[in-house]
């Protein structure tokens, strides 16, 4: 369901000669393109519907002289342009990327020549505009042809700057970017806002398999006996907690620390840190070697997983490093989850007197 | 172009040619294959993504065919 902006007004102007409507958008956010920032950040459901409806939109009273901004339909890129480009006049053109941000949708193909071409085409921007020339976004380029879309359209791609906040000096420079400008960067904070998404994925992904734990544990020849299950599952959600705080929020935090380059590695390696810490502290310290020993495991390998998950948000992961590393690393997931299991259930018998 | 559209800085131009200076910093984003107008760059290109890659090799036992978390409830196969 795309939304449109809330600012937006979608302003009547099509006509056989001019072409499809133009859609106008205010300059500066308001409280609600705030709360979606903010949403996006929190809510996977909410991110893949942020969306604006592809076209071309004016921002300010730009003439057939502005310059001309490609974006991706992704709300939150669009709505990061236009905050990039100030109280400048301009044409933006959204495209329809499925909702995806540039630099995703650029590496799947749906931010690329073809959409560009089609779009150029559908809204008739040679009509709007009295140039050839477009800014797409640096990140677009692995998904856009300069020189393709230069010979079926005849419009000159010139390709602006990474971050949108650099568009008002790139413009002030003449369209020149920097090499700052043009590089990604990966700090601190663009590492910390893509924690949330990751932690609540995982806490989802871990809800069903806990619970078939919590009940395997409480389960006695009376029932199952709810002090029983909290006893025995309680050390079990603090490893998982832990797992997560140290392959969701701990790696990001540390990455540029990390000795070792596999993302994979760099989980196990906080994991049983975390592992010792708590163990020492008591935490989860454990009488039985075999629930011992299943804790350390779930720690390591989900701490792990997490880790590794998170190339796919990084701008430093490239497909032939992650294809390598999972080539070894999904069958040893597999083992300690299989493993896992197997020293929760000896534990759970032999907690019976069974064994 | 090559060089303009890298966001890692793995090309420079020396001698008038282009040249690979830092590859451990490559993405294999392909933005420099897909911008080169004389198809002077080849390789296999893509998104290092493990979320993907788990759910192909998982589901099809190829990384290259999964799809990630952020697929689309519209039928996107989005990311990200």
Same mark, same amino acid.
């Given at each position: 369901?795309?939304?449109?902006?809330?600012?937006?007004?979608?302003?009547?102007?099509?006509?056989?000669?001019?072409?499809?409507?133009?859609?106008?958008?205010?300059?500066?956010?308001?409280?609600?393109?705030?709360?979606?920032?903010?949403?996006?950040?929190?809510?996977?459901?909410?991110?893949?519907?942020?969306?604006?409806?592809?076209?071309?939109?004016?921002?300010?009273?730009?003439?057939?002289?502005?310059?001309?901004?490609?974006?991706?339909?992704?709300?939150?890129?669009?709505?990061?342009?236009?905050?990039?480009?100030?109280?400048?006049?301009?044409?933006?053109?959204?495209?329809?990327?499925?909702?995806?941000?540039?630099?995703?949708?650029?590496?799947?193909?749906?931010?690329?020549?073809?959409?560009?071409?089609?779009?150029?085409?559908?809204?008739?921007?040679?009509?709007?505009?009295?140039?050839?020339?477009?800014?797409?976004?640096?990140?677009?380029?692995?998904?856009?042809?300069?020189?393709?879309?230069?010979?079926?359209?005849?419009?000159?791609?010139?390709?602006?700057?990474?971050?949108?906040?650099?568009?008002?000096?790139?413009?002030?420079?003449?369209?020149?970017?920097?090499?700052?400008?043009?590089?990604?960067?990966?700090?601190?904070?663009?590492?910390?806002?893509?924690?949330?998404?990751?932690?609540?994925?995982?806490?989802?992904?871990?809800?069903?398999?806990?619970?078939?734990?919590?009940?395997?544990?409480?389960?006695?020849?009376?029932?199952?006996?709810?002090?029983?299950?909290?006893?025995?599952?309680?050390?079990?959600?603090?490893?998982?907690?832990?797992?997560?705080?140290?392959?969701?929020?701990?790696?990001?935090?540390?990455?540029?620390?990390?000795?070792?380059?596999?993302?994979?590695?760099?989980?196990?390696?906080?994991?049983?840190?975390?592992?010792?810490?708590?163990?020492?502290?008591?935490?989860?310290?454990?009488?039985?070697?075999?629930?011992?020993?299943?804790?350390?495991?779930?720690?390591?390998?989900?701490?792990?997983?997490?880790?590794?998950?998170?190339?796919?948000?990084?701008?430093?992961?490239?497909?032939?490093?992650?294809?390598?590393?999972?080539?070894?690393?999904?069958?040893?997931?597999?083992?300690?989850?299989?493993?896992?299991?197997?020293?929760?259930?000896?534990?759970?018998?032999?907690?019976?007197?069974?064994? | 172009?090559?060089?303009?559209?890298?966001?890692?800085?793995?090309?420079?131009? $020396?001698?008038?040619?282009?040249?690979? #200076?830092?590859? &451990?910093?490559?993405?294999? @984003?392909? +933005?420099?294959? $897909?911008?080169?107008?004389?198809?002077? #760059?080849?390789? &296999?290109?893509?998104?290092? @993504?493990? +979320?993907?890659?788990?759910?192909?090799?998982?589901?099809?036992?190829?990384? &290259?065919?999964?799809?990630?978390?952020?697929?689309?409830?519209?039928?996107?196969?989005?990311?990200?």
């Amino acid at each position: 369901m795309p939304l449109t902006p809330a600012d937006t007004d979608k302003e009547k102007s099509s006509c056989c000669c001019c072409g499809p409507k133009v859609r106008k958008t205010i300059l500066s956010w308001n409280v609600l393109d705030y709360f979606g920032a903010i949403l996006c950040r929190v809510s996977n459901r909410f991110r893949m519907r942020y969306r604006v409806d592809p076209g071309l939109y004016s921002l300010g009273s730009p003439t057939p002289e502005a310059q001309v901004f490609v974006t991706a339909n992704y709300k939150l890129s669009f709505d990061h342009v236009r905050k990039g480009l100030g109280a400048i006049d301009a044409w933006i053109l959204v495209l329809d990327t499925k909702g995806i941000n540039v630099w995703c949708a650029a590496g799947k193909g749906t931010f690329g020549t073809e959409e560009l071409v089609r779009r150029i085409g559908s809204e008739k921007v040679s009509v709007k505009v009295s140039h050839k020339t477009l800014i797409v976004p640096q990140l677009g380029a692995p998904g856009v042809a300069a020189h393709e879309v230069k010979k079926r359209t005849g419009f000159s791609v010139v390709y602006g700057p990474v971050r949108s906040k650099d568009l008002r000096e790139f413009i002030a420079n003449n369209n020149t970017v920097t090499p700052a400008m043009r590089t990604v960067t990966f700090t601190l904070t663009e590492r910390m806002v893509l924690v949330p998404i990751e932690v609540l994925a995982i806490a989802k992904k871990s809800i069903i398999p806990l619970i078939a734990t919590a009940l395997i544990m409480g389960l006695q020849k009376q029932g199952i006996l709810f002090h029983q299950m909290w006893v025995l599952t309680a050390p079990i959600i603090l490893a998982l907690c832990a797992a997560i705080v140290s392959g969701c929020i701990l790696h990001p935090l540390l990455l540029p620390l990390m000795p070792v380059r596999s993302f994979a590695l760099q989980g196990i390696i906080l994991g049983l840190l975390v592992g010792v810490l708590l163990h020492l502290s008591g935490l989860i310290s454990q009488s039985s070697i075999y629930a011992q020993a299943a804790l350390y495991l779930l720690i390591a390998s989900l701490s792990s997983y997490c880790a590794v998950n998170f190339t796919g948000s990084t701008p430093i992961a490239n497909k032939s490093g992650v294809k390598k590393e999972l080539k070894i690393a999904v069958p040893l997931y597999i083992a300690a989850a299989a493993i896992t299991a197997i020293l929760l259930i000896v534990y759970k018998i032999s907690q019976e007197r069974i064994l | 172009m090559c060089i303009q559209v890298c966001p890692r800085n793995v090309l420079a131009i $020396k001698e008038k040619k282009a040249l690979i #200076i830092n590859r &451990d910093a490559c993405l294999e @984003c392909g +933005a420099c294959a $897909k911008n080169c107008a004389f198809n002077a #760059i080849t390789g &296999d290109f893509g998104v290092g @993504c493990a +979320a993907a890659m788990i759910s192909g090799l998982l589901r099809f036992g190829d990384p &290259d065919k999964g799809t990630c978390d952020c697929e689309g409830s519209s039928g996107s196969t989005g990311c990200c």
